[in-house]
């Protein structure tokens, strides 16, 4: 359950678990250093608002040296609570540039909470957002929504859905007190997704459309990827797949400019094709998420998916390569779930081709990691594969391998088409799986 807690709270909730990744406690100390210092910094902000500008020594109690961690992001926040209190309300300022001080200190707490959410220290990254607050009745209505519809999608992470709703109506709220394009997209972005969560899929289409067209109007490229993103996973599950690769295609331009973002939407797209028997448009669009030289968490599932579409093709060089690829991740313990992950996907590869030892060699150390980290599902799916594993060595046909492709192509429209064709445009997948 995610509610307002102290930094140091949020810290030990985070911690609880084992840590996915090997620096996780240094940098989550760093992260409750930061909230520390947030949480001094509204506090002499708000003494500096009563007193209509801060004494020295209140300014001077910002300046502690904290090191490590989220250094720069600290004195960014000193230096702007310091320029926001000598600039408070009383001091003569305009209302607007007390507003974009406010304003400044949340987008940096928001891109720290961001880092967060990332690590998957949703308790760390809600504590910072919920810290915000006290900036509320200074921050602009719009930039105030950003975070409200920030802490929504914590929250949502966090399986705290009725909290989500709560937050995502306040931010529909601002959204019409201010006709903030920018601000309705958020909600209705937020909305679709807990629509879509709770299986409501004419709910999420509605949203998403209407979010599509917000988000058109306000000029934010990443909420138009977002609105047409939640419309490519909609077309999917309704089985319309020349509208989901249409949808997808649209979100990858609106992607434009951002390789991490690009390499998400290509990873999707990938799958969607993969799982629509188009393998070769299906490794091609892998390669294309790989040639943007993503973070571990995107390249280990491009790596895997990479591989079960050239297993799909009978290309088992370009298996040996996504396997050794993956290789390199399993020697630390970093990005536990991301690393499962693809090592299941290049068992499941080397099952295409009846390569019992390979396969079974993988889906052990899937299989491993799930059980360490307690990835439940996966720890099922990767035990079967085992069983099959010992299985196909066993005999020269395993019946329960798995098949290179479906039987039954799923019906695909022009348009669909279309995008599988500039799917298979973009990388030449030899070339980017040489370089890595």
């Known amino acids: 359950m995610l509610i307002p807690r102290t930094p140091l709270q949020a810290y030990l909730l985070d911690t609880a678990e084992p840590l996915a990744d090997a620096s996780a406690d240094q940098w989550l100390t760093g992260c409750v250093a930061f909230g520390a210092a947030l949480e001094r910094a509204i ?17 001077d109690a ?22 926001y209190v000598l600039v408070a309300p009383g001091t003569g300022t305009s209302t607007k540039d007390v507003a974009d001080g406010a304003d400044g200190i949340c987008a940096l707490a928001r891109r720290v909470a961001s880092a967060a959410e990332q690590r998957g220290a949703l308790q760390s990254s809600y504590t910072l957002l919920v810290l915000l607050d006290g900036l509320s009745s200074m921050t602009s209505p719009v930039e105030y929504g950003r975070v409200l519809a920030h802490r929504a999608r ?40 807990l629509a879509h969560s709770k299986g409501n899929y004419p709910a999420a289409r509605r949203c998403y459309t209407q979010a599509a067209r917000s988000a058109k109007k306000s000029g934010d490229a990443s909420l138009v990827r977002h609105a047409y993103h939640g419309l490519m996973v909609v077309a999917a599950k309704y089985g ?35 799982d629509a028997g188009e393998a070769r448009a299906a490794l091609h669009g892998f390669a294309a998420a790989l040639a943007r030289n ?4 995107r390249l280990l599932p491009a790596l895997g998916g990479a591989a079960r ?8 060089s370009l298996v040996e390569v996504c396997a050794n690829r993956v290789d390199t991740f399993d ?16 068992a499941r590869a080397f099952a295409v081709g009846d390569q019992g030892t390979s396969a079974l060699a ?13 990835f439940h599902e996966l720890s099922l799916e990767s035990e079967r594969l085992i069983e099959a594993s010992v299985e196909t060595r066993r005999r020269t046909q395993s019946r329960n391998r798995e098949p290179a492709r479906a039987e039954t192509r799923p019906v695909i429209d022009s348009g669909g088409y279309t995008v599988l064709r500039r799917l298979t445009s973009l990388e030449s997948p030899e070339r980017v799986l040489a370089l890595l």
């Open 154 to 193: 914590i929250a949502r992470k966090g399986d705290s859905l009725a909290v989500a709703e709560g937050l995502y109506r306040r931010v529909a709220v601002l959204a019409k007190e201010t006709s903030s394009d920018e601000l309705r997209a958020r909600a209705l972005i937020g909305r679709g997704v």
């Open 331 to 346: 020697t630390s313990s970093s990005f536990a779930y991301s690393r499962a992950v693809a090592l299941w996907d290049v």
């Open 309 to 316: 579409a050239a297993a799909a093709l009978g290309d088992w």
């Open 362 to 374: 993988f889906a052990t150390r899937a299989h491993t990691l799930a059980i360490t980290y307690g």
């Open 240 to 274: 319309e797949l020349g509208q989901a690769f249409k949808a997808g295609w649209l979100a990858f331009q609106g992607a434009a400019g951002d390789p991490e973002a690009e390499a998400d939407i290509l990873i999707n797209l990938a799958q969607l094709a993969f």
């Open 62 to 83: 910002l300046s502690a040296a904290e090191g490590g961690v989220f250094e720069r992001e600290r004195q960014e926040l000193h230096t702007l609570a310091v320029e």
């Open 294 to 297: 993503p973070a571990p968490w």
């Open 43 to 59: 506090s002499v902000i708000r003494i500096g608002t009563a007193l209509h500008g801060a004494p020295s020594t209140s300014i």
